[in-house]
T-cell receptor
Framework: DSGVTQTPKHLITATGQRVTLRCSPR?????VYWYQQSLDQGLQFLIQ???????AKGNILERFSAQQFPDLHSELNLSSLELGDSALYFC???????????FGEGSRLTVL | GESVGLHLPTLSVQEGDNSIINCAYS??????FIWYKQESGKGPQFIID?????DKRQGQRVTVLLNKTVKHLSLQIAATQPGDSAVYFC?????????????FGSGTRLSIRP
């Protein structure tokens, strides 16, 4: 158990809909990262937050947004969903912004 | 753009043999490299890391080698076991900042032959 909690574990929705994925980092970790992993693909970096502020951005679509709240949990919002958004979405946390990330189990999103 | 790539997408190894997984990185400014292991249905797990001021670092049954000249790193797993079956990712980043893109490679699937 990494100490990072992601909900929901599975989510099935339709095209055009909006979903919110939630992440609770390890106790004491200030930094949260979001990654997208499509079938048999690598981990695509989406966005990083540190202590409530956005610090680094990857190839995140404009339809996607995220935030980190004062209690350090984070949410990833995906809107106007398309079939291609079906993927595993991982959240990871670290103490600062270092490379040793602790990953959650992921949220599997299926868009039908 | 930034990219971290892997030479081999799949690797099949006899149980008990050593495994070598390779990775090329493109960002010369990266100074911290990490290997992660992802088992089926799970999130990636940290295996071992190395800073750019080192050439080699050893852990338990694993060794990471870094060649900055050719921007290449490798993960060596000694006496490969069935439990080593997984996808292995290398990742790169720049240390010392609270803002860091930790970029992952595309992954190598390691399968173990009995």
């Amino acid at each position: 158990d990494s100490g990072v909690t992601q909900t929901p574990k599975h989510l099935i929705t339709a095209t055009g809909q909006r979903v919110t994925l939630r992440c609770s980092p390890r106790s004491g970790d200030l930094s949260v990262y979001w990654y997208q992993q499509s079938l048999d693909q690598g981990l695509q970096f989406l966005i990083q937050y540190y202590n409530g502020e956005e610090r680094a951005k990857g190839n995140i679509l404009e339809r996607f947004s995220a935030q980190q709240f004062p209690d350090l949990h984070s949410e990833l919002n995906l809107s106007s969903l398309e079939l291609g958004d079906s993927a595993l979405y991982f959240c990871a946390s670290s103490v600062r912004g270092t490379g040793e990330l602790f990953f959650g189990e992921g949220s599997r999103l299926t868009v039908l | 753009g930034e990219s971290v790539g892997l030479h081999l997408p799949t690797l099949s190894v006899q149980e008990g043999d050593n495994s070598i997984i390779n990775c090329a990185y493109s960002n010369s400014a990266s100074d911290y490299f990490i290997w992660y292991k992802q088992e089926s249905g799970k999130g990636p797990q940290f295996i071992i890391d190395i800073r750019s001021n080192m050439d080699k670092r050893q852990g338990q049954r694993v060794t990471v080698l870094l060649n900055k000249t050719v921007k290449h790193l490798s993960l060596q797993i000694a006496a490969t076991q069935p439990g080593d079956s997984a996808v292995y990712f290398c990742a790169e980043t720049v240390v010392g900042s609270s803002a860091s893109k930790i970029i992952f490679g595309s992954g190598t699937r390691l399968s173990i032959r009995p």
